[in-house]
């Protein structure tokens, strides 16, 4: 089983960003698709999720209106678009997956992940 997000970069702030998520190893059409972010000194959390066929999407209010998430089940990979970054979006991304239908809270909750991937960081400068 591999995940891997890659895509973060040091950018100014307004600026946008694109992340990816590669997976392998795994039934991943079957999986949710989770977003989380860890910023230096504060908890991992919640970002984005899609659901296995991409019909549905969360964002916490955080990425409201900024953020939107998308998958390519045919090439196994997520993407979590950024736009409009401002600084306290600074953090490391994380991408993951559970399988099934879960709830919102148990998809915002890291410790119910099935599947990590290595983090990419995300360093926006004011």
């Known amino acids: 089983v591999q995940l891997q997000a890659s895509g973060g970069g040091l950018v100014q702030a307004g600026a946008s960003l694109r992340l990816s998520c590669a997976a392998s190893?795994?039934?991943?059409?079957?999986?949710?698709i989770n977003w989380f972010r860890q910023a230096p000194g504060k908890e991992r959390e919640f970002v984005a999720a899609?659901?296995?066929?991409?019909?549905?999407?969360y964002l916490a209010d955080s990425a409201k209106g900024r953020f939107s998430v998308s998958r390519d089940n045919a090439k196994k990979t997520g993407s979590l678009q950024m736009h409009t970054l401002k600084s306290e979006d600074t953090a490391v991304y994380y991408c993951?997956?559970?399988?099934?239908?879960?709830?919102?809270?148990?998809?915002?909750?890291?410790?119910?992940?099935?599947?990590w991937g290595k983090g990419t960081l995300v360093t926006v400068s004011s």
């Open positions: 190893g795994f039934v991943f059409s079957n999986s949710y």
């Open positions: 993951a997956t559970i399988q099934g239908r879960p709830k919102l809270a148990t998809l915002q909750d890291p410790r119910n992940m099935d599947y």
């Open positions: 899609i659901s296995s066929e991409g019909g549905i999407t």
